[in-house]
C-alpha cells in the first residue's frame, strides 16, 4: 500500500531564516505531488504541484519554491522566511491522470 | 474557472442525529467531486468521491453523498453522527487541466453529548 510521509511534524523559525520541508511517498511510481497551504480557519491553497522529476508548476508567486530531485521526494522551501509564512503546510499525491489526492500529516510552520 | 462553496462555516449536530453539510460547485461539464475530513493538527483523509454514474454515492465511516446536477450540489450526509465525527469536512471538485482540485473553505462539525 502507499504511504506518504511529512517532516518535521512541527517547526518554529524566525523570520528571516532559512526553510525546508520534506514529503515522500512510498508504494508508487511516478506520482503526481502537490504542497498546499492552510491558513487558520481557511481553505486549503494550492502552492505547487510536480508531473515528474525536475518538473515544477507553481500556482501562487510568493516567497517560497519547490523541488523534486527524486520521483517520490518533494521539497518546499524558502529562503527567508516571513511571518505571512506561518501556516499548516500539507503534501498530498495521486496517481498521474488521477483527480484523487492522499494527504500527508502535515507540517505547522510558526514564524516568529 | 471552477469553484466551491461550503455556505455553512460551523454546525452543530446532536450524538445520534442526522448530519448534512452543504457543498455547491461551479463546473461547466461533469465534475469531479470529493469530500475529505480533516481532525485538527491532521492531514485530510478522503471520505468518498463521484465520477459518473449512481448519484449517490458511499463513503468510509457511515457517510454518503449525493450528486445533484440540477442544484450544483454534492450534500454530505450521515443518518446518526458520533462524537468521533467532529472534524472540518472539505469538500472539492476537479475537472480542468492538469489534475488539479479546487477545495471549498470547509465546515466545521461540532457534536453536542
Known amino acids: 500500500s502507499q504511504t506518504i510521509h511529512q517532516w518535521p511534524a512541527t517547526l518554529v523559525q524566525p523570520v528571516g531564516s532559512p526553510l525546508s520541508l520534506e514529503c515522500t511517498v512510498e508504494g508508487t511510481s511516478n506520482p503526481n505531488l502537490y504542497w498546499y497551504r492552510q491558513a487558520a480557519g481557511r481553505g486549503l491553497q494550492l502552492l505547487f504541484y510536480?508531473?515528474?522529476?525536475?518538473?515544477i508548476s507553481s500556482e501562487v508567486p510568493q516567497n517560497l519554491s519547490a523541488s523534486r530531485p527524486q520521483d517520490r521526494q518533494f521539497i518546499l522551501s524558502s529562503k527567508k522566511l516571513l511571518l505571512s509564512d506561518s501556516g499548516f503546510y500539507l503534501c498530498?499525491?495521486?496517481?498521474?491522470?488521477?483527480?484523487?489526492?492522499?494527504f500527508g500529516p502535515g507540517t505547522r510552520l510558526t514564524v516568529t | 474557472a471552477q469553484s466551491v462553496t461550503q455556505p455553512d462555516i460551523h454546525i452543530t449536530v446532536s450524538e445520534g442525529a442526522s448530519l448534512e453539510l452543504r457543498c455547491n460547485y461551479s463546473?461547466?461539464?461533469?465534475?469531479?467531486l470529493f469530500w475529505y475530513v480533516q481532525s485538527p493538527g491532521q492531514g485530510l483523509q478522503l471520505l468518498l468521491k463521484?465520477?459518473?454514474?449512481?448519484?449517490l454515492v458511499q463513503g468510509i465511516k457511515g457517510f454518503e453523498a449525493e450528486f445533484k446536477r440540477s442544484q450544483s450540489s454534492f450534500n454530505l450526509r450521515k443518518p446518526s453522527v458520533h462524537w468521533s465525527d467532529a472534524a472540518e469536512y472539505f469538500c472539492?471538485?476537479?475537472?480542468?487541466?492538469?489534475?488539479?482540485?479546487?477545495f471549498g473553505t470547509g465546515t466545521r462539525l461540532l457534536v453536542s453529548p
Open positions: 510536480s508531473v515528474g522529476i525536475g518538473q
Open positions: 463521484y465520477f459518473s454514474g449512481d448519484t
Open positions: 472539492a471538485v476537479g475537472g480542468t487541466g492538469f489534475q488539479k482540485l479546487v
Open positions: 463546473y461547466g461539464a461533469t465534475p469531479y
Open positions: 498530498a499525491w495521486s496517481v498521474g491522470g488521477s483527480y484523487e489526492q492522499y
